[in-house]
């Protein structure tokens, strides 16, 4: 440690710590526009420069450790007319066309030219005109405002692992565009948005729909991964017009998902419905909540006098209060049959019990391990913030294999993507390679001859202190999935590395949490093969959300009765569904979520819901009434939350999976799912529909 003496305070520092950082700590105030805290140094702006007593010339902060007995001025005459300088240069070729921008009112060039600028401007030339980049959907470019911080190109290189922008030209020529014109693409590339510090990348889709000052701002959690991603939601009036990162270094750290920042235009829908409906003598009919509701009633009550053949299925993005209740409700109907895993096709595994999907690490941990194997995963997209964190740590000197059944592009180095005998018999390999070098015995894999490949996969995990197995989206959606879990379990245990079968909705967790699974009942694959005379949906699309589409439909459109609890009107759902209940989105309801390390995060109500729709808790709490079950006399959210607060996550050994090696190769079977397709609210938003990502075919291609 060192002490430093700035403004006449002394503070203790380590020694090597930039100044800036030094400062910031102590609440001492220094300009800055290059500089960020997640970002390599840069020192091109030279906002920043400061008075050290001993140098000839003023000094940039971000760009000068601390060394003991330093001292540092921050407001004397000749850091200010150096700080004015600097500032006088900036503003030599910004335009002043701050009425019209849309970083006015919250443009840092803004806010420290009110401080360091002058009123007059000396400078008398034209000023320079950069014309304007076309990088898709999601950023509008105004490069005459670009002041050349380069934390946009910082951020492609160092944080997306993907340098989509660059400088071109020298001095007021320099110009940042984009790579030979192609549009950004990173699933992370709307954090560029919030690190420019001008008006030069702003957000297309909120591009003058209000301004900075009219907004009100509301804490709240991503609702479409299972990172559990702080935001804030930016709301004018009842309309949500932004949602951006909320700092939490232990998760989303500043950064936030492309999915998560641009999904809230689904909010604000056309689509929306707004109003109770039922279908009476083949016709759609708006009607009152205690019409809908007795009407829903009814009709369920109908199917019950002879059969319990009714299928409950929703969506995990609902939150634990909506998912407990509607558990709840379906059980004191006597109904066992519900499910949230509609994508998965493999449920042999259910016999050895309900393995909670959850991710081992704390996500800052993640960064810190050596080996990491990813089993049927394209967790760039499917988890872009854990993703990070695994790049952080592939930085860092860690080695990251995949076993897919396709080549994928990934943002950083990865090694064994696939191979011609199938994504089962490679893992297969690997795990008879980490049997061989631990000297053990494993009869299920004696056929099994490990490459060379496989071998050093193998060795690597072995010889790694802190070593991690992830299952993905494409794992949980192969018709092989118990085989998978089995063999990563057998790779975990002779490597002594952990396994995590990755979450990838909102409240995965959650659900299991709530016991939101067919104990001894179906599952979501038998409920749609089998049909039933009777399904209650709560916040998914069958059609666009399950594995089998065709089966979906089919198992809507034969069923007596259906009820949906949903959000977005459809012309299919009117096809099949006999009552449309409007239920809130996440911005518009309270509740809690389970993130992927077992979190429990709350939220409340940011804006009040569209039209006539209700949070779904509160119309499943008025359902539970009405077939009068008992434990439905709720009034607030924290109360159905309290019923399962102190419920445990469920773990299972997948070593003892009782499963065969398949006998041919079935990747053709798994999916890959865009990350734009994984829920309603995504779908319905025009400009991440617009992004390369939305198509499978050109999905991470850039």
């Not at 921008?101 to 007059?120: F, T």
């Not at 299919?572 to 006999?578: G, K």
């Not at 434990?631 to 102190?646: K, M, R």
Request: charged residues 25%; negative net charge.
């Amino acid at each position: 440690m060192v002490k430093v003496e700035i403004n006449g305070q002394v503070i203790e520092a380590h020694e090597g710590d930039m100044l800036i950082d030094v400062a910031d700590d102590a609440q001492i105030s220094i300009p800055r526009f290059c500089y960020h805290k997640k970002l390599s140094i840069a020192a091109n702006c030279r906002m920043c420069l400061v008075e050290v007593e001993g140098a000839w010339k003023p000094l940039p902060a971000c760009a000068t450790p601390v060394t003991d007995g330093m001292k540092v001025h921050t407001k004397s005459a000749k850091a200010i007319a150096a700080q004015k300088s600097v500032m006088e240069f900036l503003l030599i070729n910004h335009p002043l066309d701050c009425p019209i921008c849309d970083q006015g009112g919250e443009c840092e060039l803004q806010d420290v030219s009110m401080d360091y600028g002058d009123d007059v401007s000396r400078y008398s030339e034209s000023k320079r005109v950069v014309s304007d980049k076309e990088t898709g959907s999601l950023i509008k470019t105004e490069m005459t405002r670009c002041i050349h911080c380069t934390r946009c190109v910082r951020f492609g290189q160092e944080i997306a692992g993907m340098m989509e922008l660059g400088a071109t030209g020298r001095s007021e020529w320099m110009e940042i565009g984009t790579y030979i014109e192609k549009s950004i693409t990173s699933e992370m590339s709307g954090n560029m948005i919030d690190l420019c510090p001008v008006g030069a990348l702003t957000s297309k889709p909120f591009r003058y729909t209000a301004r900075s000052w009219e907004l009100k701002s509301h804490k709240s959690i991503a609702a479409h991964d299972s990172i559990g991603s702080n935001i804030i939601i930016h709301t004018k009036g009842q309309d949500v017009k932004r949602v951006v990162p909320n700092e939490n270094e232990s998760i989303n750290e500043v950064w936030l998902s492309d999915r998560d920042r641009f999904a809230y235009e689904g909010v604000n829908c056309e689509s929306r419905l707004t109003q109770p409906m039922i279908r009476e003598n083949g016709k759609w009919q708006v009607t009152d909540w205690e019409t809908a509701l007795a009407f829903a009633v009814s009709g369920l009550q109908n199917v019950l006098k002879t059969s319990k053949d009714i299928g409950v299925l929703a969506s995990a993005n609902s939150t634990v209060e909506e998912l407990h209740l509607l558990q709840k409700l379906a059980r004191g109907l006597g109904v066992e049959n519900l499910d949230y895993r509609h994508r998965q096709v493999d449920f042999n595994a259910d016999q050895q019990g309900f393995n909670t999907p959850y991710l081992k690490h704390k996500l800052a941990d993640v960064e810190k391990l050596n080996a990491v194997l990813m089993v049927g995963s394209y967790l760039r997209k499917e988890l872009p913030i854990l993703n990070h964190r695994v790049r952080k740590a592939i930085q860092a000197g860690g080695k990251a294999f995949v076993v897919n059944p396709m080549d994928l592009t990934f943002n950083y180095k990865v090694s064994n993507q696939h191979n011609d005998d199938g994504m089962v018999l490679n893992l297969a390999g690997i795990a008879k390679a980490a049997y061989d070098l631990k000297g053990l015995d494993q009869a299920w894999l004696n056929a099994i001859n490990a490459t060379d490949e496989q071998k050093q996969i193998a060795q690597t995990l072995l010889d790694s202190s802190n070593s991690s197995l992830m299952l993905g989206q494409i794992s949980q959606s192969h018709a092989d999935y118990t085989v998978i879990q089995k063999l990563s379990a057998i790779i975990a245990d002779a490597t002594d590395s952990q396994i995590s079968i990755l979450p990838l909705s909102a409240n995965e967790v959650g659900a299991h949490l709530v016991n939101f699974l067919p104990k001894t009942g179906k599952n979501c694959s038998q409920m749609l093969k089998d049909g039933m005379k009777a399904f209650i949906n709560m916040n998914i699309e069958p059609e666009a959300d399950s594995s089998n589409s065709e089966a979906a439909k089919n198992a809507m459109l034969s069923a007596e009765f259906v009820v949906n609890l949903t959000a977005f009107d459809s012309e299919f759902q009117r096809d099949y569904a006999d009552v449309m209940l409007p239920i809130a989105t996440f911005a518009e309801t309270a509740g809690t979520f389970v993130n992927a390390t077992g979190l429990k995060q709350s939220f409340k109500m940011s804006v009040e819901p569209k039209g006539d729709a209700k949070a779904a808790w509160k119309i499943i709490r008025v359902l539970g009434n009405m077939f009068n079950i008992d434990g439905f006399e709720y009034t607030h959210s924290n109360e159905v939350l309290a019923d399962v607060l102190d419920n445990q996550i469920m773990q299972t050994n997948l070593s003892d999976l009782n499963c065969e090696l398949p006998s041919k190769n079935n990747d053709s079977e798994s999916t890959l799912v865009s990350p734009y397709q994984v829920d309603a609210i995504v779908r319905r938003s025009p400009s991440l529909q617009a992004t390369p990502d939305a198509n499978i075919e050109t999905m991470g291609r850039g």
